[in-house]
C-alpha cells in the first residue's frame, strides 16, 4: 500500500507542473494570435479602401476581425473571411480580456472598434490576464504593428517626433 502510494504521488508531481506548462503555453500562443488579429486589423485600416472592425464577442469568448460588406443597398458588420477569430481557451475568465480606447476601457461587444479609411486610428490597448501572467497589446495611432509586453517584458513603442520643433529640422539623417 504505501509503495502505491508513493508511486501515486510521484506521477502526480510529474504531471501537475506539465498541466501547468502547458496552460503557460496555450497563454503564450494566444498573445501571439490575439497580435496577429491587430496587425491584420492596422494593415487593413492603412491600406484598405474599406472600413474594418475588430471586437472581442463575450458571449462567443473570440476575438473577431471584422469587415463591412454590402448587401442590396443595406451595410452589415461581419467576420473577415480571411482571418478567422481566436476561440479563447475555456479557462481563461470571460473578465480576463480587457480593451482600451485612447486609455478608456471598451466594451467591443456592443459596438466594434471601427475605422473608415483615411481616418485617424485611435489608440487601441489589449490586456489579457491570466493568475500571475499579464500581456498588453498595443497599437498605436501612427503605428503598422502592435508592440507586445508580456509579463512585464517588451520594447516600448516608437513615438512620432516633430524635428523643426526640437530644432533638428536640417540635419542630416
Known amino acids: 500500500m504505501i509503495i502505491v502510494v508513493i508511486v501515486i504521488g510521484i506521477m502526480t508531481a510529474m504531471i501537475i507542473p506539465r498541466l501547468s506548462g502547458n ?3 496555450e497563454f503564450n500562443l494566444l498573445v501571439d ?3 496577429d488579429i491587430v496587425l491584420m486589423f492596422a494593415h487593413r485600416s492603412s491600406t484598405s479602401n474599406q472600413p474594418s472592425g475588430m471586437r472581442y464577442d463575450t458571449e462567443l469568448h473570440r476575438f ?3 469587415a463591412k460588406f454590402k448587401e442590396d443597398e443595406d451595410y452589415y458588420w461581419d467576420l473577415d473571411p480571411l482571418a478567422p ?3 479563447f481557451p475555456e479557462w481563461l475568465e470571460v473578465n480576463a ?3 482600451y480606447i485612447d486609455g478608456e476601457l471598451s466594451d467591443t461587444s ?3 472598434i471601427t475605422v473608415t479609411p483615411g481616418e485617424m486610428r485611435p489608440l487601441i490597448e489589449v ?3 491570466w493568475e500571475s501572467r499579464y500581456a498588453i497589446i498595443s497599437l498605436a495611432s501612427h503605428s503598422i504593428g502592435p508592440n507586445i509586453w508580456l ?3 517588451g520594447i516600448d513603442p516608437l513615438v512620432p517626433i516633430d524635428l523643426d520643433a526640437q530644432g533638428r529640422g536640417r540635419e542630416e539623417w
Open 110 to 112: 456592443q459596438w466594434p
Open 64 to 66: 473577431e476581425l471584422l
Open 23 to 25: 496552460r503557460d503555453r
Open 85 to 87: 477569430p481566436i476561440r
Open 151 to 153: 509579463d512585464g517584458n
Open 97 to 99: 480580456v480587457e480593451i
Open 127 to 129: 490586456a489579457l490576464g
Open 33 to 35: 494570435q490575439v497580435a
